[in-house]
C-alpha cells in the first residue's frame, strides 16, 4: 500500500509541496464556500420570507378593506406569483400542516408589520403554520367583519393633573379606549395565504463555479512561484553537491547569503567542503612526495645495479627498477592530474579525437588500420585541453594496447550531453571487475593480451577528469570486445 501511494506521488520534491498545497487549498476554498453557501441559503431564504410576508400584507389590506359581500370576488381576483394561493374560511386550514419554526415566524411577523396594517383593519388574528411537503409557508389572518373605529374619550376628559407627560410624548399619552364586544369575538373569516419555498441552490450559479476557478487559479500561482522560490536553494546545494562530487579541486563555494537558514546551511556545507579539500590535497601531497622522495634511491640502485657481475640478475634488478620508477612516474602524474587548477576552454573535440587516433596508428604502425574515428567534423565544447586529452588518450590507448583495436565514434549531443564510444576487439572485461578497474593501482590479474602493463591508474585518472568536466565512464562488454562510453557536457 505504501509503494502504491510513493508511486503515485510525484518524484520532485517541488511538486509534491505543490501538490499538497494545492491540495490543502482547494479544501480549505471549499470549506469556505460551504460556509458562505450556508449563509446565503439563509439571507435567501430569509428574503423569501419576508418578500412573501409582505406580498401576504398587502393581499390583506386588498381584501379587509372590501365589503364583507365582496371579498371572496377581490381574493378571486387577486393577482398572485405563480405558485401562491389565496383563500377564504372559516377557520384556518390546520390539517397536515405544523407550527412554523420560530425563526421563520419572527421573519414572518417582522415583514408583515414592517410593511404596515392601518389599526382600524388589524387582523383578528394570526396563524402561522407550514405544509412540510413540499414545504410551504402559510399565512392565515382572522378578518375584520367591518371597519371597526375605537371609540374617541370625551372632549372635556383629560390627564389627571397629577398625571405628569411620560417621556417621548410631549403631548400627553395617545387616547386609549377599551375594545369593543365584537371586537373580543372571533373573526368570523379568514384569509388564507400559501406559498411554496424552493430550495436554495447557490451552487447552480455560474458564479459560484467562477469564484471557485478563478480563486484556485490564483491561489495555485501563487503557491507554484512561492515553491519554487523556495526551493531554489536546495536546487542550487544539490548542484553544488553534484560539483563538489565530481571536482573536489575546482568546486566553487556556496554564496552564504539569502535568509538566516539558507546562509548556515552554505557555511555547513563550504565548511564541509574545505575540509574535505584539505583532507584530498593533505593526503595526494603525502602520495607525491613519497613518490618524489622514492626517485633518488632508485636512481642510486640503478647505479649500483651495473656493477654486479651477473648479469641475469642485473636484468632482473634493473627490470624491477624500471617498473618501480614507471609506477612512481604514474604516482606523480595521478597526484598532479587531481590537484590540477587548469582552466577551462574552448577546444574543438573532434579535431582533439582526430589527432589522438593519429597519434596511436603511428606509434603502433602495424595495427593503424584498427584505429579509426567517426563522427563530424566539428564540434566545439567547454573543456580542460590537456586534461581532457590525457584521459581520452588513456582510453585509446588502452584500446589498441589490450584490444588490439580502437574504433572511435562521436555523436551529436543530445539534450546537451554528448558520447564518445571506443571499441575494441579483445575479451572484455569481467562484470565483477568493471568498477574495480577504476580504483587506483587495481590491474586486472590476466591483462587483455596476456601482456602485465600498466600502473594501475590509467582509469582512475581517466574518470577523474572526465567527471570533473561534468560526465562520466561507462564500460559494457561487445560480443566480441569491450566498449567505453564517455558522456560528457556540451
Same mark, same amino acid.
Given at each position: 500500500?505504501?509503494? !502504491?501511494?510513493?508511486?503515485?506521488?510525484?518524484?520532485?520534491?517541488?511538486?509534491?509541496? #505543490?501538490?499538497?498545497?494545492?491540495?490543502? !487549498?482547494?479544501?480549505?476554498?471549499?470549506?469556505?464556500l460551504?460556509?458562505?453557501?450556508?449563509?446565503?441559503?439563509?439571507?435567501?431564504?430569509?428574503?423569501?420570507?419576508?418578500?412573501?410576508?409582505?406580498?401576504?400584507?398587502?393581499?390583506?389590506?386588498?381584501?379587509?378593506?372590501?365589503?364583507?359581500?365582496?371579498?371572496?370576488?377581490?381574493?378571486?381576483?387577486?393577482?398572485?406569483?405563480?405558485?401562491?394561493?389565496?383563500?377564504?374560511?372559516?377557520?384556518?386550514?390546520?390539517?397536515?400542516?405544523?407550527?412554523?419554526?420560530?425563526?421563520?415566524?419572527?421573519?414572518?411577523?417582522a415583514?408583515?408589520?414592517?410593511?404596515?396594517? &392601518?389599526?382600524?383593519?388589524?387582523?383578528?388574528?394570526?396563524?402561522?403554520?407550514?405544509i412540510?411537503? &413540499?414545504?410551504?409557508?402559510?399565512?392565515?389572518f382572522?378578518?375584520?367583519?367591518?371597519?371597526?373605529?375605537?371609540?374617541?374619550?370625551?372632549?372635556?376628559?383629560?390627564?389627571?393633573?397629577?398625571?405628569?407627560?411620560?417621556?417621548?410624548?410631549?403631548?400627553g399619552?395617545?387616547?386609549?379606549a377599551?375594545?369593543?364586544?365584537?371586537?373580543?369575538?372571533?373573526?368570523?373569516?379568514?384569509?388564507?395565504?400559501?406559498?411554496?419555498?424552493?430550495?436554495?441552490?447557490?451552487?447552480?450559479?455560474?458564479?459560484?463555479?467562477?469564484?471557485?476557478?478563478?480563486?484556485?487559479l490564483?491561489?495555485?500561482?501563487?503557491?507554484?512561484?512561492?515553491?519554487?522560490q523556495?526551493?531554489?536553494?536546495?536546487?542550487?546545494?544539490?548542484?553544488?553537491?553534484?560539483?563538489?562530487?565530481?571536482?573536489?579541486?575546482?568546486?566553487?563555494?556556496?554564496?552564504?547569503?539569502?535568509?538566516?537558514?539558507?546562509?548556515t546551511?552554505?557555511?555547513?556545507?563550504? $565548511?564541509?567542503?574545505?575540509? #574535505?579539500?584539505?583532507?584530498?590535497?593533505?593526503?595526494?601531497f603525502?602520495?607525491?612526495?613519497?613518490?618524489?622522495?622514492?626517485?633518488?634511491?632508485? $636512481?642510486?640502485?640503478?647505479?649500483?645495479?651495473?656493477?654486479?657481475?651477473?648479469?641475469?640478475?642485473?636484468?632482473k634488478?634493473?627490470?624491477?627498477?624500471?617498473?618501480?620508477?614507471?609506477?612512481?612516474?604514474?604516482?606523480?602524474?595521478?597526484?598532479?592530474?587531481?590537484? $590540477?587548477?587548469?582552466?577551462?576552454?574552448?577546444?574543438?573535440?573532434?579535431?582533439?579525437?582526430?589527432?589522438?587516433?593519429?597519434?596511436?596508428?603511428?606509434?603502433?604502425?602495424?595495427?593503424?588500420?584498427?584505429?579509426?574515428?567517426?563522427?563530424?567534423?566539428?564540434?566545439?565544447?567547454?573543456?580542460?585541453?590537456?586534461?581532457?586529452?590525457?584521459?581520452?588518450?588513456?582510453?585509446?590507448?588502452?584500446?589498441?594496447?589490450?584490444?588490439?583495436?580502437?574504433?572511435?565514434?562521436?555523436?551529436?549531443?543530445?539534450?546537451?550531453?554528448?558520447?564518445?564510444?571506443?571499441?575494441?576487439?579483445? &575479451?572484455?572485461?569481467?562484470?565483477?571487475?568493471?568498477e /574495480?578497474?577504476?580504483?587506483?593501482?587495481?590491474?586486472?590479474?590476466?591483462?587483455?593480451?596476456?601482456?602485465?602493463?600498466?600502473?594501475?591508474?590509467?582509469?582512475?585518472?581517466?574518470?577523474? #577528469?572526465? /567527471?570533473?568536466?561534468?560526465?562520466?565512464?561507462?564500460?559494457?562488454?561487445?560480443?566480441?570486445?569491450?566498449?567505453?562510453?564517455?558522456?560528457?557536457?556540451?
Amino acid at each position: 500500500m505504501g509503494c !502504491f501511494r510513493t508511486r503515485l506521488l510525484p518524484h520532485s520534491l517541488a511538486r509534491r509541496t #505543490i501538490l499538497f498545497l494545492l491540495v490543502g !487549498f482547494a479544501l480549505i476554498q471549499m470549506l469556505g464556500l460551504l460556509v458562505h453557501t450556508v449563509n446565503q441559503i439563509n439571507l435567501q431564504r430569509l428574503v423569501e420570507e419576508q418578500e412573501f410576508a409582505t406580498r401576504a400584507a398587502i393581499i390583506y389590506r386588498h381584501i379587509a378593506l372590501a365589503q364583507p359581500d365582496n371579498r371572496a370576488l377581490v381574493a378571486a381576483r387577486e393577482p398572485v406569483p405563480k405558485g401562491d394561493t389565496v383563500s377564504l374560511t372559516m377557520v384556518p386550514p390546520n390539517q397536515g400542516t405544523l407550527p412554523m419554526p420560530l425563526p421563520m415566524a419572527e421573519a414572518v411577523r417582522a415583514g408583515i408589520f414592517t410593511y404596515g396594517i &392601518p389599526r382600524p383593519i388589524h387582523p383578528r388574528g394570526i396563524v402561522l403554520r407550514i405544509i412540510p411537503h &413540499p414545504l410551504r409557508l402559510m399565512v392565515s389572518f382572522g378578518l375584520p367583519d367591518g371597519l371597526f373605529f375605537p371609540p374617541l374619550p370625551p372632549p372635556d376628559a383629560g390627564p389627571p393633573d397629577h398625571a405628569q407627560p411620560p417621556d417621548g410624548f410631549p403631548d400627553g399619552p395617545p387616547p386609549f379606549a377599551f375594545p369593543s364586544p365584537d371586537e373580543l369575538m372571533p373573526p368570523l373569516m379568514w384569509l388564507t395565504v400559501t406559498t411554496e419555498l424552493h430550495p436554495p441552490a447557490p451552487w447552480r450559479s455560474p458564479d459560484f463555479a467562477t469564484a471557485f476557478i478563478v480563486m484556485m487559479l490564483l491561489g495555485g500561482m501563487m503557491i507554484t512561484l512561492a515553491v519554487r522560490q523556495l526551493l531554489v536553494p536546495v536546487k542550487t546545494l544539490a548542484r553544488a553537491a553534484e560539483l563538489f562530487g565530481r571536482d573536489v579541486v575546482n568546486a566553487q563555494p556556496l554564496p552564504e547569503t539569502g535568509p538566516e537558514e539558507i546562509a548556515t546551511a552554505a557555511r555547513a556545507f563550504n $565548511t564541509m567542503a574545505a575540509r #574535505i579539500r584539505r583532507f584530498v590535497e593533505d593526503r595526494t601531497f603525502l602520495l607525491t612526495a613519497i613518490g618524489h622522495d622514492l626517485r633518488t634511491p632508485i $636512481t642510486r640502485l640503478k647505479l649500483r645495479a651495473e656493477y654486479m657481475e651477473d648479469d641475469e640478475q642485473r636484468a632482473k634488478m634493473l627490470a624491477d627498477l624500471d617498473e618501480m620508477e614507471a609506477m612512481v612516474a604514474a604516482t606523480l602524474a595521478f597526484g598532479k592530474d587531481i590537484t $590540477t587548477t587548469e582552466p577551462l576552454a574552448r577546444l574543438d573535440l573532434a579535431s582533439l579525437l582526430r589527432t589522438l587516433v593519429d597519434e596511436a596508428g603511428d606509434l603502433d604502425p602495424e595495427r593503424a588500420e584498427t584505429v579509426d574515428y567517426q563522427g563530424p567534423l566539428h564540434l566545439p565544447i567547454n573543456a580542460r585541453p590537456l586534461a581532457l586529452k590525457r584521459a581520452l588518450s588513456n582510453l585509446i590507448t588502452n584500446a589498441l594496447k589490450y584490444g588490439d583495436a580502437a574504433r572511435v565514434r562521436l555523436h551529436p549531443p543530445v539534450k546537451g550531453t554528448l558520447r564518445i564510444e571506443i571499441e575494441d576487439d579483445g &575479451p572484455g572485461i569481467p562484470v565483477a571487475e568493471m568498477e /574495480r578497474v577504476f580504483e587506483p593501482f587495481h590491474r586486472l590479474e590476466t591483462s587483455r593480451n596476456r601482456e602485465t602493463g600498466g600502473s594501475g591508474l590509467g582509469m582512475s585518472i581517466a574518470r577523474n #577528469i572526465i /567527471r570533473a568536466h561534468g560526465g562520466d565512464i561507462a564500460l559494457a562488454n561487445l560480443a566480441q570486445g569491450l566498449r567505453v562510453s564517455v558522456t560528457l557536457p556540451v
